[in-house]
């Protein structure tokens, strides 16, 4: 079992930077690859980034990629998703998700194929 709390979500204006946090719960988080998702109002849910279990793998959604950048570090059972140069359609709450890896290296964009998922961070940017 793993659960996950995300942090940092806030209000930006266009241009702004934040920086995500999830932190998670469980002696083996470092078995677990990690995604970061996203939902507009009215829009399905979106995948935006993941990392491997070992942070050696990243993936990013062409929307965000040289914005945004996903990392980890499993001695603090926590990831991150730092995000510069925000856009008023980077609105959104924001979930991480976690997924058993058993220790392969790989990165998951399917959001059905993750285990276990946050409550959820709201991140409003301003134009």
């Known amino acids: 079992q793993v659960q996950l709390v995300e942090s940092g979500g806030g209000l930006v204006q266009a241009g702004g930077s934040l920086r995500l946090s999830c932190a998670a719960s469980g002696r083996t988080f470092s078995g677990y690859a990690m995604g970061w998702f996203r939902q507009a109002p009215g829009k399905e849910r979106e995948f935006v980034a993941a990392i491997s279990y070992n942070g050696g793998s990243t993936s990013y959604v062409d929307s965000v990629k040289g914005r945004f950048t996903i990392s980890r570090d499993n001695a603090k059972n926590t990831v991150y998703l730092q995000m510069n140069s925000l856009k008023p359609e980077d609105t959104a709450v924001y979930y991480c998700?976690?997924?058993?890896?058993?220790?392969?290296?790989?990165?998951?964009?399917?959001?059905?194929?993750?285990?276990?998922w946050g409550q959820g961070t709201q991140v409003t940017v301003s134009s």
């Open positions: 998700a976690a997924v058993w890896a058993s220790y392969y290296s790989f990165t998951q964009e399917r959001a059905g194929n993750y285990d276990y």
